[in-house]
C-alpha cells in the first residue's frame, strides 16, 4: 500500500491541521534595542534638570569668561595706577566719583574694576594649577595603595594619615612659608594639602570595586592585575574624584586668598589678586568700606559657584538618588 507524501511547502505545512498560521510580523526582522545611557550621560541629564547646578554652572562660566578675556574687559593693567594723583589721606574715590573708574580707586590709585577682573585671572590659575597638582599626586598614591594593597597600602595609608592629621589651611602656611613668598610656592603648598583627600578617596573607591561582578569575571578570564586596575578598575573609581576635584577649586580659591592675606602671596603690595587686595583694605575700612567688601564677595561667589557645582555632580553621580 503506498502513500503520497504533500509536497515540501509552506503553505501545506503552515495550513495543516494543528499547525497555527503565522504572523503578520513573521519573517521580519527583530526591532532594534535600546541603548541605555551612560552613566555620564545619564549625570549630566540630571543636571540640567537642577536649578543648583545651573546656578553653580553660570557662577563658574562667568568667572572663567572674566578670567579669560581679562586683557578686554580690564580698562587699565592689573598693576597699574592711573589714580595716584586723586588719592589723598582722608578721602579715596569710591564707585561713581570719577567716570573712568567704575567701582573707584584703592589706597594706591589702581583702578578697583580693573583689579577685580585681572584678580580673577589670578585666582583662577592657582587654584587649577594647586587642584592638578594635589589630583594628580593624589590619584598616583590611592592607585599604588588601592592596586597592590598589602604593605604597600598600608605605607601609604600612613603616612596620608600623617597629612590629614594637619588642617588643610596649616599645612599649606607651613609649606608656604618653607618654601617662600611667591606664586609658586602657594600653588605647591594648596596642592599639596589637597593630595591626602584625593589619595584616600580614590583608594576607597577601588576597594569597593574590587568585589563587583565585571572584577571577578576579569579574573576568572585570567587577565593580568595591571590590565584589572588600569582597564577595568581605574575607570570605574575616578567618577568621586573628580567630583571632590571640583569642590577642591572652590577651596583652592578661597586657600589662595588666604595665604595672599597673610602675605606668602609674594609680588607687589598693588598687585591685582583678591586676597591681597583683602590686606591693604583693612586700613581703610572706615573712609573706604567697599576696598574690602568687593573682592570679599568675589571670593564668596566663586566658591560658592563651584560648590554648587560640584555638589550637584555628586548627587547625580549618587546611584542612591537615581
Known amino acids: 500500500m503506498s502513500m503520497t507524501l504533500p509536497p515540501s511547502g509552506g503553505s501545506d505545512i503552515a495550513g495543516a491541521p494543528g499547525v497555527p498560521e503565522p504572523g503578520p510580523g ?5 526591532a532594534p ?22 546656578a553653580g554652572a ?5 568667572f572663567l569668561l572674566v578670567a579669560a578675556f581679562a586683557p578686554l574687559i580690564a580698562p587699565f593693567g592689573g598693576n597699574d595706577l592711573p589714580g595716584r594723583k586723586e588719592i589723598i589721606p582722608t578721602h579715596i574715590p569710591g564707585p561713581g ?38 589630583l594628580v599626586g ?42 617662600g613668598q611667591g ?26 570595586q574590587k568585589g563587583a561582578d565585571y572584577i571577578l569575571a576579569a579574573q576568572t578570564l585570567g587577565l593580568s592585575r595591571r590590565t584589572i586596575t588600569m582597564s577595568h578598575l581605574l575607570p570605574n573609581s575616578v567618577g568621586p574624584v573628580i567630583v571632590q576635584a571640583t569642590l577642591t577649586l572652590a577651596t583652592a580659591v578661597i ?15 598693588q598687585t591685582a589678586e583678591w586676597g591681597r587686595m583683602l590686606t591693604y583694605a583693612q586700613a581703610e575700612l572706615g573712609i573706604a568700606p567697599q576696598l574690602a567688601f568687593l573682592p570679599g564677595a568675589c571670593i564668596a561667589i566663586t566658591a560658592l559657584g563651584f ?16
Open 97 to 134: 566719583e570719577f567716570e573712568q573708574y567704575l567701582l573707584g580707586l584703592d589706597r594706591f590709585g589702581g583702578d578697583v574694576f580693573s583689579k577685580l577682573v585681572w584678580g580673577a585671572r589670578a585666582s583662577l590659575v592657582i587654584g587649577v594649577v594647586s587642584t592638578a597638582f594635589g
Open 58 to 62: 553660570v557662577i563658574v562660566a562667568v
Open 183 to 208: 606664586q609658586y610656592a602657594v600653588m605647591i603648598a594648596i596642592g599639596v594639602s589637597a593630595v591626602p583627600i584625593f589619595a584616600r578617596l580614590l583608594r576607597s573607591s577601588m576597594l569597593q
Open 138 to 179: 593624589g590619584m598616583v598614591l590611592g592607585l599604588l595603595a588601592g592596586g597592590f594593597g598589602g604593605w604597600v597600602d598600608n605605607v601609604i595609608m600612613r603616612f596620608v594619615d600623617i597629612l590629614l592629621s594637619v588642617p588643610n589651611l596649616l599645612l599649606a602656611v607651613s609649606i608656604a612659608a618653607v618654601l
Open 33 to 54: 534595542t535600546r541603548r541605555g545611557n551612560s552613566v555620564w550621560r545619564d549625570a549630566f541629564t540630571r543636571l540640567r534638570r537642577n536649578p543648583a547646578a545651573i
Open 26 to 30: 513573521a519573517g521580519a526582522p527583530p
Open 255 to 269: 586657600d589662595a586668598a588666604a595665604l595672599s592675606f597673610l602675605g606668602l602671596g609674594g609680588g607687589l603690595p
Open 307 to 322: 560648590t554648587l557645582l560640584g555638589e550637584s555632580l555628586r548627587e547625580s553621580l549618587d546611584p542612591k538618588s537615581r
